[in-house]
């Protein structure tokens, strides 16, 4: 039985329009994945195809409004200690230091403070932030507030890590240490994890897995096997591999499709605008393509 199966999901937003009703927005059009135990699976797609809506379903924070999620063969009514979330932007809270931040969601679970605050010190100095357990989150810089995120999702220590690009704001050396100390913490420890990001490289590093979204309503493209074995994982030329190069290749290829649809129907969109001059459509078009292509 898969960790993680999602049948047909469909998810729509109401939008309010300018005769103050509400238009459907279909998010997503009908995912389906199976996550197997133990197994790190990426998610890739072009900007706004549904990957976060996605995360929210499994997390439980939402619910899908067609088809079912379920995690080991039951369906997901709502949150669950089984699963942690580390979201694109932080969520600490500013009243709390680091250590607090990062004990608090052990304060549910385990009534020992000793052993929450020794839980929690070990997993602050696992992502590099031993000195700072007394600061304040005002007082670290954007990549180390991260870092304090994913420490707390860490220590509660779920059998489901949901990771929405907890890596797109650190430096690219952090970023990559992080990668190594993610995919070692998660194999050891056996963790089923779901990961959005946007790099393809990061996606072919830690994937044992990667399934490419398509354009909203997002429905899953593809899922590609990454064939990378750990050994090669840990080698540091692991870019320079055959399998990375080719993987990373496919990848690009299938995204890319998705990113041109993208960038088609927002010069459509423009262009059915009466307020758009033809030069100004262009010119959106442009600018629209390039920030969906620099976030890749
Ligand atoms: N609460 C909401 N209300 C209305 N529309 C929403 C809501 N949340 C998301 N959307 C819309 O749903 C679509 C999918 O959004 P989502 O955040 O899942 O995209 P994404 O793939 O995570 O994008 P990104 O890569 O930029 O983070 C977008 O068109 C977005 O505008
Ligand atoms: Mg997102």
Redesign the pocket.
């Known amino acids: 039985m898969a960790k993680i199966e999602s049948v047909n999901v469909k998810k729509y937003?109401k939008?309010k329009n300018k005769g103050n009703q509400y238009d459907e927005?279909p998010?997503l059009g009908g995912v389906d994945l199976k996550i197997d135990q133990g197994e790190f699976m990426v998610i890739v797609?072009p900007?706004?195809?549904?990957?976060?809506?996605?995360l929210d379903l499994v997390s439980g924070l939402t619910l899908p409004d067609e088809g079912t999620i379920s995690i080991d063969g039951k369906s997901v009514t709502g949150p669950g200690l089984d699963r942690a979330i580390v979201f694109?932007q932080n969520a600490l809270f500013p009243w709390r230091t680091t250590l607090k931040n990062v004990e608090f969601g052990l304060e549910s679970i385990n009534s020992d403070k000793d052993n929450r605050r020794e839980i929690a010190l070990d997993y602050l100095s696992l992502v590099g932030l031993s000195g700072y357990y007394n600061h304040y989150p005002h007082q670290l810089s954007g990549g180390m507030k991260q870092r304090v995120s994913i420490a707390r999702a860490l220590a509660l220590n779920p059998g489901i890590l949901l990771m929405d690009?907890p890596l797109a704001a650190l430096d690219a050396q952090t970023r990559e240490f992080l990668q190594r100390d993610i995919l070692r913490i998660s194999k050891e420890s056996h963790k089923t994890v779901l990961f959005?990001t946007?790099s393809i490289d990061e996606a072919v590093f830690l994937g044992d897995k990667v399934a490419v979204m398509s354009a909203?309503p997002?429905i899953i493209k593809q899922v590609l096997d990454i064939p990378l074995t750990a050994e090669q994982r840990t080698r540091d030329d692991v870019a320079a591999t055959q399998e990375f190069v080719q993987s990373r290749q496919t990848l690009w290829k299938l995204l890319k499709e998705e990113v041109i649809k993208v960038q088609e129907a927002q010069i459509r969109f423009q262009s059915q605008s009466p307020a758009q001059s033809p030069a100004r459509v262009s010119g959106n078009g442009l600018i629209n393509a390039v920030r969906v292509l620099t976030?890749i």
Do not use: D, N, V, W
Not at 47 to 54: A, D, L, R
């Open positions: 937003f939008i927005l998010a797609g900007s706004g195809c549904g990957k976060s809506t996605f694109q690009e959005i946007h909203r997002g976030k």
